[in-house]
């Protein structure tokens, strides 16, 4: 079986390390890290350190959990995950039987 790759949330944008003239495709914000302190969480998009009821472009940050970002725009949520690519599944119950 093969290892799954997973997006590093802490790597700068891959666009430090492209080639000169390289351009690379627009995604749209990228959530990555979340802190806690204090009680108190913030959060950096793309650059940009932001907290609940801050704006972040035209979107205001409306959640904010150890995983994802809430932004709103308008009456539309945009959800920014931590590990996109991750998905949370149920643990799959182990078929030995107990002694």
């Not at 806690?36 to 409306?62: C, L, N, P």
């Not at 994802?68 to 949520?77: A, Q």
């Amino acid at each position: 079986m093969a290892a799954e790759t997973l997006r590093d949330p802490t790597r700068p944008p891959s666009a430090l390390y492209a080639p000169d003239g390289w351009t690379e495709i627009e995604t749209g914000p990228m959530l990555q890290s979340v802190r806690v302190s204090q009680g108190r969480y913030t959060a950096v998009i793309s650059g940009e350190t932001v907290r609940v009821g801050s704006k972040f472009g035209d979107a205001r940050v409306v959640r904010i959990r150890e995983t994802e970002v809430v932004l709103k725009t308008g009456d539309s949520l945009q959800t920014l995950k931590l590990f996109p690519d991750v998905e949370k599944r149920p643990a799959a119950k182990n078929k030995r039987s107990k002694r």
